[in-house]
């Protein structure tokens, strides 16, 4: 059955903040305008309905009154918002606020939520599957063997998201050279394609998941994954099936399709794949996103603590230093100038962002305009 539309909101700021909404959201998501317009809503009813009657126009809004006073109604709902909820709320106001404040040059609306208002996120802990948990449900899936194992068996072992591999093409599995494959994962959530390695017996999942599809009813189209409905659908019927599975062999039927990503990530790690190729495999593009995806336990620690007592040198590239001193003239200058620039860049990316980061770039800036001039000294 389906939900009833809310009627629209009676108030004389919802035109204006409509307006905001509309133009802030212009290229985005129609998921990510309606939560602008339920932010919106929550904002303007709080208005309406918590002394402040009177708030009939943008110039009338105040820190103290209205926005302090929305945030701790906020904090006293219940059951209470979790902090994620509650910042993404501050956070969507203020976006709105700040498009208003350009809109209608009005500054100090721009003011009204600052950035110390926001509560910082919780580290979120990485979920991977403990190792009998994986075991338990690779074995069961490889013993039920119809579509829904076959599709957590590939997302178990390419680190797709479930999204990513309801999207998958009946031709993902491309032929590289002999005895090689990868699959081609399209367009996800952080709009960035990638292809996986997988080996044969990876390959033999796609291959039954296309043997699947040629026997379903529903028309044939690009997808690997038969759509019943639209992909929504599909992803509410493989969550499902995920539950299903996890009861029947006694695990806890809160585990979620995205760990069994978060499984690959770790397991990757620990089979040797630098970071980098990680974050490749994963389709990350930032650094930080992929540590939330890997588990360093203590036993990782503990051999890489042994693989540095035995070897103290297998981290550390072999020192140039001796060669710079030993060469002549302007060479030799260049070439310590190239050390220091190194040396300087390695250290400033390990800073966190600030003053001191940015003056270290501008300094190894510098260095490379010297390393300019000096080689054209050299020339004749």
Sequence with gaps: MNRARRPPLQHPLAAVFNSAVDSLCAALHPDTTR??????????????????????SLDQLRRERHILGWMSRLHAQTPPLVTASYANLLIGLRCILNELAYAHQLPGLADLIRPGDIPRIPHRIPRPLTSEQDQLLQQEC???????????????????????????????????????????????????????????????????????????????DRYLLARPRSKEALIRQLRDYLHKVCHSVGLSTRIVPHQFRHTYATEMLRAGVSFPTLMKLLGHTNPEMTMRYVEVALTDLQREFQLARSQPRHLIPPTRTAHCASAPGLDGVIQSLLNAQHLLEMFRRGLPEGPSLDCLGRLCNRLTKIVTETRKLATP
């Excluded at 317009?37 to 708030?55: C, D, K, S, V």
């Excluded at 599709?151 to 479930?162: N, S």
């Excluded at 699959?183 to 394609?193: A, C, I």
């Design 142 to 220: 490889l013993r039920r063997n119809d579509l829904g194992a076959n599709v957590f068996l590939l997302m178990r072992h390419t680190g797709m998201r479930i999204g990513e591999c309801a999207d998958l093409s009946f031709d993902c599995l491309c032929a590289l050279a002999p005895d090689q494959w990868a699959v081609h994962v399209p367009l996800g959530k952080l709009k960035t394609e990638r292809m996986v390695p997988v080996d044969s017996f990876v390959c033999g999942f796609i291959q039954r998941l296309r043997f699947f599809r040629s026997l379903d009813p529903l028309p044939s």
């Design 35 to 56: 939560h602008y317009r339920g932010i919106a809503r929550n904002f303007l009813t709080y208005l309406g309905a918590h002394h402040h009657p009177n708030t009939k």
